[in-house]
């Protein structure tokens, strides 16, 4: 039987609350334009900004204000990591949409390696996965959405079925 490593919360760190909708719709609108990228963490808000390889369609996804039950950046003004996208959503597409998940960035076992933990608190489940070192993962576009009287905003979920 497996051994679990024992995983230290940094000094710099982030840790957030929210339901799992709001991070599963916030990671679904960017997952299927792009496999891997980088995760902002401020005082106020997550955000994402993502182009496809073809660099002809973006994507800005955040989660702030009410949909945030807590976040805390501790140490620093703004922390950035790299994300393979398809690793948050595996871990937390079984969990109830509407269960709280508390998410922690960086714990680290003694080898060094960074993990972002997640815990489903009403559900008694924890995991901890690998992140990016965010100088691998492609740079957000420099580009600003483009800006019309007319806007259309949608989920995660209706982005993509329509991708």
Same mark, same amino acid.
């Given at each position: 039987?497996?051994?679990?490593?024992?995983?230290?919360?940094?000094?710099?760190?982030?840790?957030? +609350?929210?339901?799992?909708?709001?991070? /599963?719709?916030?990671?679904?609108?960017?997952?299927? #334009?792009?496999? @891997?990228?980088?995760?902002?963490?401020?005082?106020?808000?997550?955000?994402?900004?993502?182009?496809? =390889?073809?660099?002809? *369609?973006?994507?800005?996804?955040?989660?702030? *204000?009410?949909?945030?039950?807590s976040?805390?950046? $501790?140490?620093?003004? @703004?922390?950035?990591?790299?994300?393979?996208?398809?690793?948050?959503?595996?871990?937390i597409?079984?969990? +109830?949409?509407? !269960?709280?998940?508390?998410?922690?960035w =960086?714990?680290?076992? !003694? %080898?060094?390696?960074?993990?972002?933990?997640?815990?489903?608190?009403?559900?008694? #489940?924890?995991?901890?996965i690998s992140?990016?070192? =965010? /100088?691998?993962?492609? @740079?957000?576009?420099?580009?600003? =959405? #483009? /800006?019309? !009287?007319?806007?259309?905003? $949608?989920?995660? %979920?209706?982005?993509? *079925?329509?991708?």
């Amino acid at each position: 039987m497996g051994h679990l490593t024992e995983t230290e919360i940094q000094d710099k760190h982030v840790q957030f +609350s929210c339901t799992t909708k709001y991070l /599963s719709s916030f990671i679904d609108s960017v997952d299927k #334009l792009r496999d @891997e990228g980088k995760l902002v963490f401020t005082d106020s808000k997550i955000y994402t900004k993502v182009a496809d =390889p073809a660099n002809v *369609g973006m994507c800005v996804s955040q989660i702030k *204000g009410q949909a945030l039950n807590s976040l805390d950046v $501790v140490g620093t003004d @703004e922390i950035t990591i790299g994300a393979k996208f398809e690793k948050i959503q595996d871990c937390i597409s079984g969990i +109830s949409s509407t !269960s709280d998940l508390e998410v922690t960035w =960086p714990v680290s076992p !003694s %080898s060094g390696a960074n993990f972002m933990r997640i815990n489903a608190i009403d559900e008694d #489940l924890q995991f901890e996965i690998s992140t990016l070192d =965010p /100088s691998t993962v492609p @740079e957000m576009p420099n580009a600003d =959405p #483009l /800006s019309h !009287s007319t806007q259309i905003k $949608v989920d995660g %979920s209706e982005l993509k *079925g329509t991708v």
